[in-house]
């Protein structure tokens, strides 16, 4: 278990970094852009941030039925094709 904790940790440290580090790239870029297109470039951010939330969740609840699956012993009981 404490292998799984490791795991997640480390994802979500990594993740967490990414996002600040894009963050910083994306407002310095909105920074330099006109009011009109740093609104049409911060409606694309939106929509990414949207999809990248979406993709995270089911990213998370594959995980979470994986290790459900794996703690119960699913796997084994399974037929194979």
């Known amino acids: 278990m404490s ?3 490791t795991m ?3 994802i ?8 600040r ?3 910083r790239q994306q407002e310095l870029v909105l920074s330099k852009l006109a009011e009109g297109d740093a609104v049409a470039y911060y409606e694309v951010l ?3 941030v949207r999809n990248v939330r979406i ?3 089911v ?5 979470l039925c994986l290790i459900y699956a794996w703690r119960h ?7 194979t094709g």
Not at 12 to 19: I, Q
Not at 73 to 79: F, I, K, Y
């Open 3 to 5: 292998t799984f904790l």
């Open 8 to 10: 997640f940790i480390v």
């Open 12 to 19: 979500v440290v990594g993740a967490r970094t990414r996002d």
């Open 21 to 23: 580090l894009r963050l």
């Open 46 to 48: 939106r929509r990414r």
């Open 55 to 57: 993709l995270r969740a």
């Open 59 to 63: 990213a998370l609840a594959s995980a």
């Open 73 to 79: 012993g699913l796997a084994r009981v399974l037929p």
